[in-house]
């Protein structure tokens, strides 16, 4: 079964420094693109940040770059997002997601929970 | 940047069928995906390349995508279809980024 696990969410202060990862199970992780997406309590989706199979690119939203980054680790079939310089207004669950390229595009065809993060005094 | 504008909220009754909008300037040009989010779910992709379902995927949702409007059709609604609904692009003024609209509510009455 095709499965994305999210930990290391919790409480931070501003300012503060958090790292999630995402283990994936089921698919051959190298061969697909990665990405983060949160959602802000009773908000909608926000795309955060892309990374390539290979871990080669990465791509950030602009309200991220700079503080976050995201690698993987394909021998562990893990993908991490190293937050930093963290803002009460990075509060969210945060997805992790599967890229599937289709006949005319790409989407998200496999979403792991979510874990949440909460920045705060 | 591009904006996706999706209504706030759609309500229907059970057995009827449900349209939910995706506007933006000549969203024909680009491709659209759907996911449903139930509360306290992750999202779940029902519709991809505007109008093409994943496996198990109820043959009830569909899409199509015309002009300056995509849209989401969900045929004899159920009340297990009582979720959140986001349209997404890639925004190809922005680096092909993927961009989400802001979420429309279904109610089934």
């Known amino acids: 079964e095709v499965q994305l696990l999210e930990s290391g969410g919790g409480l931070v202060q501003p300012g503060g420094s958090l790292r999630l990862s995402c283990a994936a199970s089921?698919?051959?992780?190298?061969?697909?693109?990665m990405n983060w997406v949160r959602q802000a309590p009773g908000k909608g989706l926000e795309w955060v940040s892309t990374i390539s199979g290979s871990g080669g690119g990465a791509y950030y939203a602009d309200f991220v770059k700079g503080r976050f980054t995201t690698s993987r680790d394909n021998a562990k079939n893990t993908l991490f997002l190293q937050m930093k310089s963290l803002r009460a207004e990075d509060t969210a669950v945060y997805f992790c997601?599967?890229?599937?390229?289709?006949?005319?595009?790409?989407?998200?065809?496999?979403w792991g929970q979510g874990t949440m993060v909460t920045v705060s005094t | 940047s591009y904006v996706l504008t999706q209504p706030p909220s759609v309500s229907v009754a059970p057995g009827q069928t449900a349209r939910i909008t995706c506007g933006g300037n000549?969203?024909?040009?680009?491709?659209v995906n759907w996911y449903q989010q139930k509360p306290g779910q992750a999202p779940v992709l029902v519709v991809y390349d505007d109008s093409d379902r994943p496996s198990g995927i109820p043959e009830r949702f569909s899409g199509s995508n015309s002009g300056n409007t995509g849209t989401l059709t969900i045929s004899r609604v159920e009340v297990g279809d009582e979720a959140d609904y986001y349209c997404?692009?890639?925004?190809?003024?922005?680096?092909?980024?993927?961009?989400f609209g802001g979420g429309t509510k279904l109610t089934v009455l």
């Open positions: 000549n969203i024909a040009t680009k491709i």
């Open positions: 997601a599967k890229d599937i390229i289709t006949a005319n595009s790409r989407a998200f065809d496999i």
């Open positions: 997404q692009v890639w925004d190809s003024t922005s680096d092909h980024l993927p961009l």
């Open positions: 089921g698919f051959t992780f190298s061969s697909y693109a």
